[in-house]
């Protein structure tokens, strides 16, 4: 047996993925040890009630509700609380006291990031945050290091899993959303109250995160453009299908040349919105509460990162290797690394994005009305790829609602070429209100072209 | 503009990765510099011929033969010439002078990595080799840092981009090999001598690397079970697409308890082979000269990286971002972080491995046939899974050779549970010495479960 140097580590937190890396810190100490190259000794654990139940059995005389004195002395503290306070005191304070911090808490990093690494550079330690995107998967690194000399022009990742669970069961029962968010949520992958989840909160959070890394910029959270599932239907689930398309959840990290009002030379755009993905796309097989990310890079070509997205012990992979990170630094010496920001590239307003889309429509099924469409498409600089009608049947015993002359009603699937998103904004709204138009049904971005 | 600390790197080789190394070091000097915190200052590029053709013209004056005085005052070298000798020397070289290296060499790795990482823990220097194994995919920092607080369990990997171009079009098309390898060495996939490819060397070295990552132990390039492709043939690929199977030329790296010869604790098996993978799995999926990393491991599950093996600039990026590390490592300070090797672990041989196989038989087309081969099947300790009987259809005008009694020929494909390797190559061994069986067609181990 070595006689390795012991390293005084903290851990704030024993809820799933405290309790987790509690076990495997204190099962795994020896081969732990002898990967770091230090005695990484479990000095406590803060949490807000010694009697509350947990999943993992824990050592008593290890709990403490006092996490300041806790941090204290400790040489690497590990965050896994969540929510910004009391997270963000104590990870200042043991930035402060000289301790590198390992943390899972995206919501914290995507809005106080620039302050919590600028407080590390003061002092020359560093922040590991492995498990606070895309959970299990190693992303942090490979973008943060490996990808370093190379330039990022695209980022496609599902993010959530919770969200790909619930439209991935949509789309191979065709299914409601309703009933399979309940089983979600009875089986722990959706919180009681989902808000954070399916309107895309979480994935912005995570996407604020992958677009500062890879664009060495520091993206406030604000800059992410949002929009959930909520709205996506069974019907638009069917009908992506028939078109041989799937719709995931996307956070999308681009870079753009000579857009945005900022600057004439680069800009990057982050987006999380539901998005059609072609079924040959490697994220359109991505099933479940998994989580996948796609990299486009100009040396590297393609690159996709696969795997569990949650869960306890999954994520505690991700905290413990950074953790193992964290003290073979201390060994070693030196000052940590800190973020790679200094590209500064201004973000762009979701307006000044160019993608293709699919749009959906109800119109009256008579002569001309395509032709009036194609004109406000046209008129709108939206230039249409791919066109596709159907007459609609009325399965209701009702009488129609448009029963002047003889129009039906007729169901108009159009794809268009890339166009800029303000464009098609103010063109669907005159297709809104145009006298043919009974009603849009859908308008998508297709993504992963 | 930042007055960044300038680092002298020094690059050997301008092959098709090396000089796009140098293209893009010079092309994005500004971006590295503040990517890495430091200038990074092409100081020259060793090649053997100063007037050979290069695909990326590269400045006459940074160009020489005198490689050893080119390292010489280098903070970071950067080893892209390949091939044992000289590369190791000059290695050594700058390791003992205190540079940082940066190689792609996987088979130097394989074959002298303990003693050029040795070399490296002497001075406190640090070695990167993320391009040593499947090319532009970030997987050595992955397996180094991102899972070392994990226990990976199993890597199956597609770590051969010839082979795998080679085996995909023989699927898809159902052709023969000789064509495809002629027209992937016309395309520039393979070497006019494709020997390290189609016979496993390649994969082999890869293997033994990621072996040695995933399971902190020093894996010599001879404890890597070999086999190429050379024996799969066109029926082979047919046979196993009709069972809902692909062939790829995997890498395996398995972590075993309770087995091999000097530890009754835990030992390991790697080896490199043609194996059957079921259609579904996420490796099927992989096409063209495309590498895949799939992980299994304890805490994160199921990891998959996927993305080019080869390419000059896609490898380039691998070797850059190694260089943004090397130098802000240099910048930090700090010793280099060495191998982590303390597990130790025993290889275990060959006949030791357990995995499923399929094994196909032309056998007598007679009474009492399918017992006999179940007989020899049991008494070997093989259990059998599945059974497929399909009666031969004679294309030749030729009498049978076996033509006593009412004997035609049919053919056996036997699926079986997990079997030891030993027991399933004895049992081979005696179906094959029995009279009701004409000809052991081919026997493929199934990885992937």
Do not use: W
């Not at 230090?38 to 059995?57: N, S, Y």
């Not at 789309?171 to 722990?188: H, P, V, Y």
């Not at 399965?395 to 448009?402: F, G, N, V, W, Y």
């Amino acid at each position: 047996m070595i006689d390795y140097r012991r390293l005084r580590v903290a851990l704030l937190g024993a809820g799933a993925v405290g309790s987790q890396v509690a076990r495997l810190l204190i099962e795994h100490a020896d081969e732990l040890a002898d990967r770091s190259g230090a005695a990484l000794e479990l000095a406590g654990i803060a949490v807000r009630d010694v009697d509350a139940p947990r999943d993992v059995a824990l050592p008593r005389e290890l709990l403490t509700t006092d996490a300041e004195t806790l941090i204290l002395g400790s040489d690497i503290v590990i965050e896994l609380m969540g929510g910004i306070e009391p997270a963000r005191g104590y990870l200042l304070q043991a930035l402060n006291s000289g301790a590198d911090v390992v943390t899972a808490n995206k919501a914290l990093l995507a809005t106080h990031g620039a302050e919590i690494f600028d407080a590390a550079d003061q002092v020359g330690a560093s922040v590991y945050y492995e498990a606070a995107a895309a959970g299990a998967i190693p992303i942090i690194r490979p973008l943060r290091d490996s990808l370093a000399g190379d330039r990022v022009n695209r980022i496609i990742g599902i993010v959530n899993g919770t969200t790909n669970y619930i439209l991935d069961r949509m789309d191979i029962e065709g299914a409601d959303m309703a009933g399979i968010l309940a089983d979600a949520q009875r089986l722990g992958y959706a919180e009681a109250d989902p808000t954070a989840d399916v309107e895309g909160y979480d994935a912005a959070q995570k996407a604020a995160i992958l677009a500062s890394l890879a664009f060495h910029t520091t993206v406030p959270l604000e800059a992410v453009h949002r929009e959930g599932i909520t709205g996506v239907t069974r019907q638009m689930m069917d009908a992506a299908r028939h078109a041989g398309y799937v719709i995931k959840l996307v956070a999308v990290c681009e870079r753009m040349v000579g857009r945005g009002a900022a600057s004439d030379g680069e800009a990057i755009s982050v987006r999380v919105y539901p998005a059609l993905i072609r079924r040959d796309h490697p994220l359109a097989s991505v099933h479940g509460v998994n989580n996948a990310v796609f990299v486009q890079a100009e040396a590297a070509g393609n690159l996709m990162f696969y795997g569990a997205g949650a869960g306890g012990v999954q994520t505690a992979s991700a905290v413990l290797g950074d953790v193992v990170s964290a003290a073979r630094r201390h060994i070693a010496g030196g000052a940590g690394v800190g973020e790679s920001t200094r590209a500064n590239l201004p973000t762009v307003d979701i307006g000044q994005v160019v993608t293709r889309y699919q749009i959906t429509l109800e119109v009256d099924d008579r002569p001309g009305v395509l032709a009036r469409v194609a004109g406000i498409l046209s008129d709108g600089h939206v230039s249409i790829a791919t066109v596709e009608q159907t007459v609609q049947e009325h399965t209701t015993t009702e009488p129609s609602a448009h029963s002047a002359g003889d129009a039906g009603s007729a169901r108009l699937v159009i794809g268009t070429h890339k166009a800029l998103e303000q464009d098609l904004g103010e063109t669907v709204a005159r297709l809104a209100e145009d006298d043919v138009v009974e009603r849009v049904v859908s308008v998508l971005r297709v993504e992963g072209d």
